[in-house]
């Protein structure tokens, strides 16, 4: 099976930045990549994705302050992360879809607190 691991999480002030790190065991430049957040109490959302052709997209809420981006000779998907708000607090989650197969990491948490 295709192993995703996140890092990068850890504690920043707000407007403060991280990047996030998702490494893959299966091939990324073939298949649609995403990162999702959770926070307690709240369902899982989309964040930002990348398709197999490179092609971006984010939601609104970090739009203009996020960036997806993958370096396909290290099969990793990154998420930049600046001008952190405390409503970005979750753990984030990298997501890998090919066919009709979705592969999940454990995730990383990030906490956006003064």
């Known amino acids: 099976q295709v192993q995703l691991v996140e890092s990068g999480g850890g504690l920043v002030q707000p407007g403060g930045s991280l990047r996030l790190s998702c490494a893959a065991s299966?091939?990324?430049?073939?298949?649609?990549m995403g990162w999702y957040r959770q926070a307690p109490g709240k369902q899982r959302e989309w964040v930002a994705g990348?398709?197999?052709?490179?092609?971006?997209n984010y939601a609104d809420s970090v739009k203009g302050r996020f960036t997806i981006s993958r370096d396909i000779a290290k099969n990793t998907v990154y998420l930049q992360m600046n001008s952190l708000k405390s409503e970005d607090t979750a753990v984030y989650y990298c997501?890998?879809?090919?066919?009709?197969?979705?592969?999940w990491g454990q995730g990383t948490q990030v906490t956006v607190s003064s």
């Open positions: 997501r890998r879809s090919y066919g009709i197969r979705n592969d």
């Open positions: 299966g091939s990324i430049n073939i298949a649609s």
């Open positions: 990348i398709t197999s052709g490179g092609t971006t």
